[in-house]
């Protein structure tokens, strides 16, 4: 949060837990009345939610979220992108029509955060991770590019003569059209 606020961006957190964040509250996202929600859908509205919610309950995170915002961005595991045979919400939302418009899987493995206080053992993460973008109403077929945490913008050869003046393909900014 303090990043996006900092980069000018209006926001707000909300978690089932006091994380100490200011200007944060503590609920269920998924409750259908929560405060969070009357403060999306309020007056001056938010165009987007970023998050990494628990594994197990991402879909329903998605779904509840483009009913909110019109972009929705999620940090999971890649592996996200399999099964759904056996939800029907992951299958819609991961199929052509479903709004998913963006898959940005990490060159590396994210590193383990801790929770503040964790006195334990410092594990390395063995799951690979990606920011996965919808936008409501798209219908579209997703695309994929890969990205970087140590590396965000590696130096890259000169663009070919058939891109647009100005763009070049190996650059990335997933919020570019967000905003």
């Known amino acids: 949060m303090k990043i996006l606020r900092d980069n000018g ?18 609920e269920d996202f998924l409750l259908p009345l929560g405060f969070a929600r009357m403060k999306i859908e309020g007056e001056g509205g938010y165009d ?3 998050t990494n919610p628990p594994f197990s309950l991402a879909a329903a ?13 999620m940090l999971l595991r890649l592996n996200f992108l399999e099964g759904g045979q056996r939800d029907p919400v992951r299958d819609r939302i991961l199929n052509p029509g479903g ?22 053992p410092e594990a390395s993460s063995k799951v690979t991770h990606a920011w996965f973008c919808w936008r409501r109403g ?10 970087s945490w140590k590396h965000p913008k590696p130096p890259l050869p000169p ?20 905003l």
């Open 48 to 50: 987007a939610i970023i």
């Open 138 to 147: 798209f219908r579209g077929k997703a695309q994929m590019q890969r990205l």
């Open 159 to 178: 663009p070919t003569p058939k891109l647009p003046k100005g763009r070049d393909p190996n650059t990335i900014d997933m919020f570019e059209e967000a």
């Open 99 to 120: 709004g998913l418009r963006k898959v940005y899987p990490f060159r590396e493995r994210l590193p383990m955060m801790h929770r503040e206080g964790w006195s334990g």
């Open 61 to 73: 995170f998605v779904d509840r979220a483009l009913t909110y915002v019109p972009d929705v961005y």
């Open 9 to 26: 961006r209006h926001c707000f957190a909300s978690d089932l837990v006091d994380r100490g964040c200011p200007d944060s509250y503590v």
